[in-house]
């Protein structure tokens, strides 16, 4: 059984960075792809970025293309997604999600942590 567990978010002003991070347990060594996704208020949720675990190969999605970053922290058994120059647009909940494949559609993820609280407002 997989289980993940976000945490990082927060309230911030327009320009700042967030680190949010996405603690998990359960991953098999191979095959297994951890991705970030953002949920505003009344919105599908959004692919923002991701990761394979067993090689750390990444996928960030445009809009967030030189202001964010994916990494893993192997002996954390974490995924972290730096978050910096920040904009209204990214303010949301930002869910981490585990699955078989790294795509950008959310009924492709079979496990999702509780998702946190990401503001960015002046």
């Known amino acids: 059984q997989v289980q993940l567990a976000e945490s990082g978010g927060g309230s911030v002003l327009p320009g700042g960075s967030l680190r949010l991070s996405c603690a998990h347990s359960g991953l098999t060594a191979s095959g297994d792809d951890v991705a970030w996704f953002r949920q505003a208020p009344g919105k599908e949720r959004f692919f923002v970025a991701g990761?394979?675990?067993?090689?750390?190969?990444?996928r960030i999605t445009d809009s967030v293309a030189g202001r964010f970053a994916v990494f893993r922290e192997r002996a954390k058994n974490t995924v972290h997604l730096q978050m910096n120059s920040l904009k209204p647009d990214d303010a949301g909940v930002y869910f981490c999600?585990?699955?078989?494949?790294?795509?950008?559609?959310?009924?492709?993820?079979?496990?999702w942590g509780q998702g946190t609280q990401v503001t960015v407002s002046s």
């Open positions: 990761l394979r675990w067993s090689t750390g190969n990444t």
């Open positions: 999600a585990a699955g078989p494949r790294l795509t950008s559609l959310p009924n492709d993820y079979d496990y």
